[in-house]
């Protein structure tokens, strides 16, 4: 595989085979099988199935609120809101992040995944799970809720089972590895806390406030779950897509240690009303949130492809949002704040569509716009290196076509936030139908490099030359 053509041309270090002089210490594990065109290939499909299937919910979740925008102006705990979030959440972010986690933790950590064949029954289980979730939360159908909820819940026990083991036998240590291990146990938290109030909504015998135990699930799942997550693989993946390198780990350490402490203050915090609690453990995850995002700037001065790509931009930028928005989530929980659930203001509907439209959809989509072309090279073209033409991975994606899907889906928020603060339907729809237009041209191009799967060209363009300065 020559450096030109390959995929890992943009990230060699960690994506290639490990050096096979360097001296192994005797508690690591047996070396890797060597990660060959073909065998790549071969570990490809179960992320690339996920991706695939996140597409999917990807336009379901922007049609659905494109057809009913008005929902955002309802109260958050209403039925078909609470569908609506499931659609985006679990449809499609917690599917890329799966996905995501499928693929990149084996080449993080050097290894191959534990439990191949449990990762398609993972699969399965959410395919089939979520949409029955999302319907049943629409119908308010709480017993179909618990069976389909549990079905993902079981895929979620697979998934955590499997990291934890592909860790394990990594036998590595360090702020991506223990972020992995962490993440997928918070994602198992919140799926097991999402059945239990299901079951609350159903026989009532929790004495606590539903809304407030809502709040102990959500954040478990979006902070716990997506945040933690965040907080490793921005140092692995930033670094590989622009040739930078992590010199020092001791802000990824911290803010990834401030975000756990607090987020094991905050949860219990929020379900018993312990307000000042809840802003102690808020505060410590936003200093966490700071902390991890000034170690990837650092990281980021060492790059040495100055000029970044549509993906990464549109990445750091929801890593921008998400700090802003942690932020404001800080205030909204400040003891004495007249903020709380109902619509309209400065309360917890514009908050969520700030954390999910401005930071999490930005950092999701620049991720899935990263890994769906490398996935579909390895499948497509890795088995045919060295027997003929092939392109560049980067040659896969539109770049034009990518950027202004994010300029859209980034312009979408303005509209959105003002709607959901003013309750404003026209607001609300313009929003909407600007996202849903970002999402579609964004659709595009992932439809545009996931077409050599079945149509691989036999013919390669020039390839463009990629201007790469010193780090000086
Ligand atoms: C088996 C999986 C899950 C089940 C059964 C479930 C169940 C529920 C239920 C019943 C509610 C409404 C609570 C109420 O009104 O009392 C809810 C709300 C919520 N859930 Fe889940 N959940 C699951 C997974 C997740 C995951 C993985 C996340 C995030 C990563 C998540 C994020 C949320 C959010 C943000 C809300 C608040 C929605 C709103 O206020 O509109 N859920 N969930």
Redesign the pocket.
Known sequence: MTAKNSPTAVGSHSLNAPDPKTPRPASVPPARPPMSGSWLAAQGRLPLAFMGLALVWLAAAALMLALAPGLLALP??HPH??AL??AW??GFF?TVACGATYQLAPVALGTTLVGERSGWWHFWLHAIGVPG?VYSFWVWDLEQ?GHF?TA??VGVVLFSINVWRTVRRAGRSGVVATSLILSAGW?LL??LL??L??AN?FWGFIPLD?VA??RA??HI??AG?FLTLLQGVAFQLVPMFTLGDVRDWRRAKAGLWLAQGGLLVLAPALAWHLAFLAFAGAAAIVAGVFSSAWGLARALDTRKKRRLDPGVRVFLLGAIVLCIAAVAGLALLAPGTPWGSAPGGFGAMTYAVLVLGGGLLPCIAGMLCKIVPFLTWMRAYGPKVGRGPTPAAGALTQPRLEAAAFALQIAALVPLLIGTWLLHPVWLGVGAWILFAGVLLFLGDMAGVMRHLWRPVTVVAPAKKIPVKNAS
């Open positions: 958050h705990t809101v609470v979030t499931h959440v679990l917690v979730m809720l909820g993902v819940a994602l919140a799926v999402g059945l109030l299901a909504r539903p135990l809502l699930h959500a799942g979006l779950f």
